[in-house]
């Protein structure tokens, strides 16, 4: 399986960007998912976490109430809503298969794709 994230972009502050990550196989409702990102300079940073059914989430205290990640698995995508943006958003995003729910809460992911860079501006 190979991820690929896109939609990212350069964004003002309080703005919106919905990123996209397509899988090169069918997304098998047994994957869980997460969004992680990286900032220059930084460590890695979990984001949001979805299980194979899309019924059970988990997102980062950082992103909470302004970010919504979502499944479609008759296609082979996942979204992320990101809304209210802030400068603290920029960073390189990537989205990633976890071999189970709680190893996506722990950031232990088993497959990422390339990124995709948000920079918000104010």
């Known amino acids: 399986v190979q991820l690929q994230a896109s939609g990212g972009g350069r964004v003002q502050t309080g703005g919106s960007l919905r990123l996209s990550c397509v899988s090169s196989?069918?997304?098998?409702?047994?994957?869980?998912m997460g969004w992680f990102r990286q900032a220059p300079g930084k460590e890695r940073e979990l984001i949001a976490c979805?299980?194979?059914?899309?019924?059970?989430?988990y997102y980062a205290d950082s992103v909470k109430g302004r970010f919504t990640m979502s499944r479609d698995n008759t296609e082979y995508v996942v979204y992320l809503q990101m809304n209210d943006l802030q400068s603290e958003d920029t960073a390189t995003y990537y989205c990633?298969?976890?071999?189970?729910?709680?190893?996506?809460?722990?950031?232990?992911?088993?497959?990422w794709g390339q990124g995709t860079l948000v920079t918000v501006s104010s």
């Open positions: 990633a298969i976890a071999g189970t729910f709680e190893r996506c809460r722990s950031a232990s992911f088993d497959l």
């Open positions: 196989e069918y997304i098998l409702d047994y994957y869980d």
């Open positions: 979805i299980n194979g059914s899309g019924r059970h989430y």
